[in-house]
T-cell receptor, first 112, second 117 residues
């Protein structure tokens, strides 16, 4: 079975642009979470979705938004990119609505 | 507020040495979960273990062992007879949410372990 898959793996954007990151959870998993990991730090929680409903939101500006589709895949959108948004964005999936998470390989976003 | 502290930023050992990674956490909740993840250079976070706050039994899995002590709010991770393949960044994480109420992980800063041949 495939694990959590994220696309693209790498991305370079210019300040002010918008970006969409995609995540497909493990088959059968209904919960998807997004984390931002800045170089040298631990991941920071951005969003969690379960059964297409937002279950939690971290301390991130409104430029960050997400959604979950009927097939449980998810997209993370970031508008008006800043240099500080450069990070590894990790998606995690879990079977249940709880903190049992398996992570994907991440999308490395560079904002120039 | 919940917080996880991994005071060791970097550790370097020689192959076959034992190494312990420290994790101290803060939470006001009585029900919580603790996790350890391994992050190799590829970037993916690899799940190692989850413990709930009611289970203080230490656990051993091959060369890995975990020591959970509520009295000191610590959840330390020991690798016995380290190998070069153990080189990675290790994260300790805390979640104060319970089953079916959503969940976010609060990560420490990570400890970078380098095992030299």
């Amino acid at each position: 079975d495939a694990g959590v898959t994220q696309s693209p793996t790498h991305l370079i954007k210019t300040r002010g642009q918008q970006v969409t990151l995609r995540c497909s959870p493990i088959s059968g998993h209904k919960s998807v979470s997004w984390y931002q990991q800045v170089l040298g730090q631990g991941p920071q929680f951005i969003f969690q979705y379960y059964e297409k409903e937002e279950r939690g939101r971290g301390n991130f500006p409104d430029r960050f938004s997400a959604r979950q589709f009927p097939n449980y895949s998810s997209e993370l959108n970031v508008n008006a990119l800043l240099l500080g948004d450069s990070a590894l964005y990790l998606c995690a999936s879990s079977l249940v609505d709880g903190p049992w998470a398996f992570f994907g390989q991440g999308t490395r976003l560079t904002v120039v | 507020a919940q917080k996880v502290t991994q005071a060791q930023t970097e550790i370097s050992v020689v192959e076959k040495e034992d190494v312990t990674l420290d994790c101290v956490y803060e939470t006001r909740d009585t029900t919580y979960y603790l996790f350890w993840y391994k992050q190799p250079p590829s970037g993916e976070l690899v799940f190692l273990i989850r413990r709930n706050s009611f289970d203080e039994q230490n656990e051993i899995s091959g060369r890995y062992s975990w020591n959970f002590q509520k009295s000191t709010s610590s959840f330390n991770f020991t690798i016995t007879a380290s190998q070069v393949v153990d080189s990675a960044v290790y994260f300790c994480a805390l979640s104060d949410m319970i089953y079916n109420q959503g969940g976010k992980l609060i990560f420490g800063q990570g400890t970078e372990l380098s095992v030299k041949p």
